[in-house]
């Protein structure tokens, strides 16, 4: 690697670090570690959301779709457009207020528990559960995309380049907790958009238009642009299904926690909704240039059949002079850790709370609990890094797997625990384990083993309408806490007049 790369993409390593230590100095509690305070500005907000939403898969998994399946892998970016604006539309602002209401929640599990004042301690445990089975995948995913990077562009082996990738994440998480998960997050989101804006306007200028580098496309491979040929109604219900995740991702919704106010989150909304559409167009954009530009080169094209995730990396190298490469694969590696640091934070924060304090030392001081959630974060790193050990690993279907299980056991809790005053806690519980079962066993499924065409819908569908009809009909058969009732029309009354 040019030595401009690298010290490139060193310096950004150090500045990650830096933040890290800065946050270091100003996380004195729990709160402090877990939700910053609750003291994020919209734009914070709005960028850590995104980039920990978008991860490396924005880099890697969706341009390696689009470069290997042409346009028609496209349709997932709709579904997920519709999702995100939803979940800042609905859910954003109702959350930040009722986590404050439901006793200053601090983690996803911790509100359910006290949204439908379960003393029993199920709902929190059945849900940090899930949190820690799921999130162990998805930084793995992580995990596997980091090490990509680093054995693509550091000629180390796989092995090494996983453990340096996790080392630099797990430190400054380490350290900072959600302010510097945060405000590493909102410098990463800023790196990844302008290197998903000028890659393809490189790429454009080098084709003399648009329409000459369309032309080159087509002519390599004739369906490359027909968003239809090949599309069934379950495949695209399934590319649609997507979106539905965003409503139970404790990542994402951490950040709608800890946002300043109700009021913040109308202008974190449309810069986050802006991000985004520019961000998932260049993505898509460099996918699909892929298939022109290394048309005629045979060692490209043999790198890319055994992993078309690496179509971003290799673009970088052909395209750009050693400064702007090294900073363009920071913006690699940004899209990876603005994930991973998150996973990792609301997981730890998750065995601190829910378990720790919660079952085993519900008097421990403040200091302790921080370190507690720091030892946490390193302990979840080590399972991660050995799932990800595989070299064959791929990050979409690692993330999908995840998203999914994320999206059916908490999306409609989280809705209708907002939405719905007559919801109950076993209704809660019945959501979770129907959502989350489902995903897993719709998983080991396939039409080729059964049969049956349904089994090759993503795993997110079933399971987000059977856990919503499960919510709907356990709770009609239980009784709601008063309490719960009661707190509810406090909550509606309030946030009426915050957005009013």
């Known amino acids: 690697?040019?030595?401009?790369?690298?010290?490139?993409?060193?310096?950004?390593?150090?500045?990650?670090?830096?933040?890290?230590?800065?946050?270091?100095?100003?996380?004195?509690?729990?709160?402090?570690?877990?939700?910053?305070?609750?003291t994020l500005g919209s734009g914070v907000t709005a960028l850590s959301a995104a980039a920990s939403d978008m991860s490396g898969w924005i880099l890697m998994g969706l341009p390696g779709a689009l470069y290997a399946s042409g346009i028609i892998e496209g349709w997932i970016a709709l579904g997920l457009v519709i999702g995100a604006y939803l979940n800042w539309k609905l859910v954003a602002g109702r959350l930040r207020l009722y986590t404050e209401i439901a006793d200053n929640s601090l983690t996803l599990p911790d509100y359910f528990e006290n949204r439908f004042k379960d003393n029993s301690k199920v709902l929190r445990i059945t849900s940090a559960l899930v949190i820690l089975l799921f999130y162990t995948f998805y930084t793995a995913s992580g995990m596997v995309a980091g090490a990509t990077l680093f054995e693509s562009s550091f000629q180390m082996s796989y092995q090494q380049a996983l453990l340096v990738g996790a080392a630099v994440i797990v430190g400054y998480t380490f350290l900072g907790g959600f302010l510097a998960v945060s405000w590493t997050d909102f410098f990463q989101g800023i790196l990844m958009v302008t290197a998903l804006v000028v890659a393809p306007i490189t790429i454009v200028i080098e084709y003399n238009g648009l329409m000459p580098l369309m032309e080159k496309m087509e002519s390599v491979r004739a369906n490359a642009l027909d968003a239809t040929t090949g599309l069934t109604l379950i495949g695209f219900l399934s590319l649609q299904a997507w979106g539905l995740g965003y409503f139970g991702q404790p990542h994402i919704l951490a950040r709608f926690m800890a946002a300043e106010g109700v009021h913040t989150i109308r202008s974190a909304r449309r810069i986050a909704m802006s991000w985004m559409v520019i961000s998932l167009l260049g993505a898509m954009f460099i996918g699909l240039a892929g298939i022109a530009y290394f048309s005629n080169d045979p060692n490209a094209v043999a790198t890319l059949a055994e992993n078309p995730e690496r179509i971003f990396i290799l673009m970088n190298k052909a395209l750009f002079n050693p400064w702007l490469a090294g900073f363009l694969l920071a913006a690699i590696l940004a899209a990876v850790m603005s994930t991973i640091d998150s996973q990792l934070l609301v997981s730890s924060s998750s065995l601190t709370e829910d378990f720790y304090k919660s079952l085993l030392r519900p008097e421990a001081s403040e200091k302790e609990l921080v370190w507690v959630s720091r030892v946490g974060v390193v302990i979840i790193a080590i399972i991660?890094?050995?799932?990800?050990?595989?070299?064959?690993?791929?990050?979409?279907?690692?993330?999908?797997?995840?998203?999914?299980?994320?999206?059916?056991?908490?999306?409609?809790?989280?809705?209708?625990?907002l939405f719905w005053q007559k919801m109950t806690r076993w209704g809660a519980l019945a959501g979770i384990l129907t959502g989350a079962i489902t995903v897993v066993v719709w998983k080991q499924l396939t039409a080729e083993q059964h049969g049956l065409a349904i089994f090759d819908l993503y795993e997110m569908l079933p399971g987000f309408v059977l856990a919503t009809i499960?919510?709907?009909?356990?709770?009609?058969?239980?009784?709601?806490?008063e309490t719960c009732f009661n707190q509810f029309d406090w909550f509606r009354s309030q946030f009426k007049k915050m957005v009013s």
């Open 470 to 481: 499960a919510i709907i009909v356990v709770s009609k058969l239980t009784q709601v806490d």
């Open 1 to 38: 690697m040019p030595t401009a790369t690298l010290i490139t993409f060193a310096a950004y390593l150090i500045f990650m670090v830096l933040i890290g230590l800065w946050a270091y100095q100003r996380t004195n509690s729990l709160s402090d570690y877990i939700l910053g305070g609750r």
């Open 384 to 417: 991660a890094v050995v799932i990800a050990l595989d070299p064959k690993s791929r990050v979409l279907e690692l993330v999908s797997y995840a998203w999914a299980g994320f999206g059916a056991a908490f999306g409609p809790l989280v809705i209708m625990s």
